[in-house]
């Protein structure tokens, strides 16, 4: 059975930062592209980030490149993100899935809040 648990999110200031996990169970992790998702009320979800199974990583959104990096434990089965300078424009409900399952809308997890206010 397919499972990721999100955690790591919470409330910081403008400029703080937030490192987020992913826990992975049910398939095969380290062979799979992983990315990272946000989703913010009214908006649509966008991939923040991805982390293919060979260490290569992109930020695929143009205000995430620069501010937060993907990485990934294959002998745990993780996936991280490490947001820095954080801006009132970043909060959202961020979630990790396959891309592919992804697009067809399976197997996400309850995501984890991150909120950013002064």
């Known amino acids: 059975q397919v499972q990721f648990v999100e955690s790591g999110g919470g409330l910081v200031r403008p400029g703080g930062s937030l490192r987020l996990s992913c826990a992975a169970s049910?398939?095969?992790?380290?062979?799979?592209?992983m990315a990272w998702y946000r989703q913010a009320p009214g908006k649509e979800r966008e991939m923040v980030a991805a982390?293919?199974?060979?260490?290569?990583?992109?930020s695929d959104t143009d205000s995430a490149k620069g501010r937060f990096t993907i990485s990934r434990d294959d002998t745990k089965n993780m996936l991280y993100l490490q947001m820095n300078s954080l801006k009132t424009a970043d909060p959202a409900f961020y979630s990790c899935?396959?891309?592919?399952?992804?697009?067809?809308?399976?197997?996400w997890g309850q995501g984890t809040q991150v909120s950013v206010s002064s």
């Open positions: 982390a293919n199974a060979a260490g290569g990583t992109t």
């Open positions: 049910g398939f095969s992790f380290s062979t799979n592209l």
């Open positions: 899935n396959v891309p592919t399952w992804a697009l067809m809308g399976r197997y």
